[in-house]
C-alpha cells in the first residue's frame, strides 16, 4: 500500500515570504497526489492534484507543486505567503486499483505566519 | 456545483450507545469513503465502498463499524458501542474516479 511521510511537523515563515512544504510518497507506480488545507475545526480543501502530464501543477490561492518522480517527492509551494495560509496542510497519495481507490494521507505540517 | 453533505456537524452520546453518522455523497458518483481524524493527528482511512461492498477496510475498522448504504443517496457509518477514543471527526468522501470529495464531517464527542 501506499504511504506519506511529511517531514515537518511545524513550519513558520514570515508573511510575504516564500514557502515550501516537503512531501514524500512511497507507491510502486505512479501515484495520484494531493495537497489539502485544513484551517482549525474545518473540512479538507482541495488545493491542488497531480493525475499525469505536466509535472508542475497550479492549484487555488497561489499555490503550486511539482510531481518529481526520481525523488518520489510532491513538494508545495508558493512565492509569497499570506497570514490567512496560515492551517494545516495534508499530503495525501492515491492509487486506483480494482474496485477501490485507495488515498492516504501524511501526518500534516501546521503553518503558522508571522507578521 | 455538488457536494458531499454529512449530518449531523455535531453528535455528543454516551460512551457504550449507538451512533451512526450520515452522509450524502454526489449523486453520480460509485466510491464511498470513511476518513477519521482525531483532534490534532492525521486523517486516517476508515473504509471504502463500490458496488453495495466493501472494498477494503483499514485496521481501526473492526467489528463495532459498520457501513451501509441503505437506499440511492445515503451511506452510513455506525458505530455500535462508542469508546471514550471514538471520538474524532469523521469525514465521508465520494469518488467517480480517482479524485474523492469530502463532505465538512461530523464531529463526534463521546463522553
Known amino acids: 500500500a501506499q504511504s506519506v511521510t511529511q517531514p515537518d511537523i511545524h513550519i513558520t515563515v514570515s508573511e510575504g515570504a516564500s514557502l515550501e512544504l516537503r512531501c514524500n510518497y512511497s507507491?510502486?507506480?505512479?501515484?495520484?497526489l494531493f495537497w489539502y488545507v485544513q484551517s482549525p475545526g474545518q473540512g479538507l480543501q482541495l488545493l491542488l492534484k497531480?493525475?499525469?502530464?505536466?509535472?508542475l501543477v497550479q492549484g487555488i490561492k497561489g499555490f503550486e507543486a511539482e510531481f518529481k518522480r526520481s525523488q518520489s517527492s510532491f513538494n508545495l509551494r508558493k512565492p509569497s505567503v499570506h497570514w490567512s495560509d496560515a492551517a494545516e496542510y495534508f499530503c495525501?497519495?492515491?492509487?486506483?486499483?480494482?474496485?477501490?481507490?485507495?488515498?492516504?494521507f501524511g501526518a500534516g505540517t501546521r503553518l503558522t505566519v508571522k507578521p | 456545483e455538488p457536494e458531499v453533505t454529512q449530518t449531523p456537524s455535531h453528535q455528543v452520546t454516551q460512551m457504550g450507545q449507538e451512533v451512526i453518522l450520515r452522509c450524502v455523497p454526489i449523486?453520480?458518483?460509485?466510491?464511498f469513503y470513511w476518513y477519521r481524524q482525531i483532534l490534532g493527528q492525521k486523517v486516517e482511512f476508515l473504509v471504502s465502498?463500490?458496488?453495495?461492498?466493501?472494498?477494503?477496510k483499514s485496521e481501526i475498522f473492526d467489528d463495532q463499524f459498520s457501513v451501509e448504504r441503505p437506499d440511492g443517496s445515503n451511506f452510513t457509518l455506525k458505530i455500535r458501542s462508542t469508546k471514550l477514543e471514538d471520538s474524532a471527526m469523521y469525514f465521508c468522501?465520494?469518488?467517480?474516479?480517482?479524485?474523492?470529495?469530502f463532505g465538512p464531517g461530523t464531529r463526534l464527542t463521546v463522553l
Open positions: 468522501a465520494s469518488s467517480l474516479q480517482s479524485e474523492q470529495f
Open positions: 507507491y510502486g507506480a505512479t501515484p495520484y
Open positions: 497531480y493525475f499525469s502530464g505536466d509535472t
Open positions: 495525501a497519495v492515491g492509487a486506483m486499483v480494482y474496485n477501490n481507490n485507495d488515498m492516504r
Open positions: 449523486s453520480n458518483h460509485l466510491y
Open positions: 465502498f463500490y458496488n453495495n461492498e466493501i472494498s477494503e
